[in-house]
């Protein structure tokens, strides 16, 4: 909306941090809880079921809860296919996972859990 485009930047990240807050605490897809826990095994897989379960929904996995969901949102939208959408959240994808390997490379102990877990921070689909 014009309104938004003359929002302030921390405005705006306010905005979308609610949005995340909202959309993890009202009537959750059970579908999203399902992958993250689904996710969360896979990473941990020695893991009870229910304590799986119990930490997809907590309050610590609220914003990776927000970002399954956004991602399923865009994936299954009618834009899914569209060049410069997909090409942007490539985009967008490539710049998280350079943040991620810089903050874990900065901190032995989250190095130390990344090894551990066998999740490879260059993993990517092949064809």
Do not use: W
């Not at 990473?43 to 991602?71: F, K, N, W």
């Not at 130390?112 to 689909?125: F, K, M, T, W, Y």
């Amino acid at each position: 909306s014009k309104d938004r485009e003359h929002e302030s930047p921390t405005s705006q990240a306010d905005n979308a941090r609610q949005f995340a807050t909202q959309s993890c605490n009202d009537d959750v897809n059970p579908e999203i809880i399902q992958q993250v826990t689904d996710l969360i095994q896979a990473c941990y897989t020695d893991m009870p079921r229910i304590s799986a379960e119990s930490l997809a929904t907590s309050d610590a996995m609220s914003g990776l809860v927000a970002v399954q969901a956004a991602h399923q949102h865009l994936l299954h939208s009618q834009h899914a296919e569209v060049d410069f959408v997909l090409i942007v959240f490539l985009k967008l994808l490539q710049q998280s996972l350079s943040s991620l390997q810089l903050v874990i490379s900065e901190n032995a102990a989250l190095q130390r859990s990344v090894q551990n877990s066998g999740v490879g921070l260059s993993e990517a689909p092949t064809q």
